[in-house]
């Protein structure tokens, strides 16, 4: 099984300052045959089933504001808010597609300082 | 819009079996791929089972293989998972989601199952 390794387990961060969440993945996720990463990242508010906001690691779902970022590739991803708002308090997961078992991430709770 | 409404949770004991449902809306629900994904209480999220548009490819977690059993009826647009042999471990928010190139696009509101005596 592939390992998701996030980090850190949670950070507080300013309104308006930059949030940055770690993802490590136990082997490659990058696909030879197309050089796509088989990595999502998604949103959980409190009370709320995830929501999507990247897929191959960096391609925005509709509707995600900009000021989130996805990159990386091979084993290390980071997913940026640039400038925190209110309504960014969550907690975020990272998921690899590459194989089963789909795996998750643990999570990296995001809250206001 | 895609919405995906699951039920079926309840309290079970543990050796005991209940069938989940989700009722999709807003697809062509016989083209797509579903899965399911759980949460336990408090926790990180972990999935479950997948089943292909049109049932030729199943697929589970080591955590339920053997126990629990996904299916659909293209018919009625609605996903199952039967969970037999039920344990304290299988206590969680269980969702529905679609499948997008094994990502979830879409997720439903869950239903909460509690496997207690």
């Known amino acids: 099984d592939i390992v998701m390794t996030q980090s850190p387990d949670s950070l507080a961060v300013s309104l308006g300052e930059r949030a940055t969440i770690n993802c490590k993945s136990s082997?490659?996720?990058?696909?030879?045959?197309?050089?796509?990463?088989?990595l999502a990242w998604y949103q959980q508010r409190p009370g709320q089933p995830p929501k999507l906001l990247f897929y191959?690691?960096?391609s925005r779902e509709s509707g995600v504001p900009d000021r989130f970022s996805g990159s990386g590739s091979g084993t290390d991803f980071t997913l940026t808010i640039s400038s925190l708002q209110a309504e960014d308090v969550a907690v975020y997961y990272c998921?690899?597609?590459?194989?089963?078992?789909?795996?998750f991430g643990g999570g990296t709770k995001v809250e206001i300082k | 819009q895609v919405q995906l409404v699951e039920s079926g949770g309840g309290v079970v004991q543990p050796g005991g079996s209940l069938r989940l449902s989700c009722v999709a809306s807003?697809?062509?629900?016989?083209?797509?791929?579903m899965h399911w994904v759980r949460q336990a209480p408090g926790k990180g999220l972990e999935w479950v089972a997948f089943?292909?548009?049109?049932?030729?490819?199943?697929y589970y977690a080591d955590s339920v293989k053997g126990r629990f059993t996904i299916s659909r009826d293209n018919s009625k647009n609605t996903l199952y998972l039967q969970m037999n042999s039920l344990r304290t471990e299988d206590t969680a928010v269980y969702y529905c989601?679609?499948?997008?190139?094994?990502?979830?696009?879409?997720w439903g509101q869950g239903t909460l199952v509690t496997v207690s005596s």
């Open positions: 191959w690691a960096s």
């Open positions: 089943i292909r548009h049109d049932e030729t490819f199943k």
């Open positions: 998921q690899q597609y590459y194989t089963t078992p789909l795996t």
């Open positions: 082997q490659s996720v990058l696909h030879s045959s197309n050089n796509k990463n088989y």
């Open positions: 989601a679609k499948d997008l190139v094994r990502y979830f696009d879409h």
């Open positions: 807003g697809l062509t629900f016989s083209t797509y791929g």
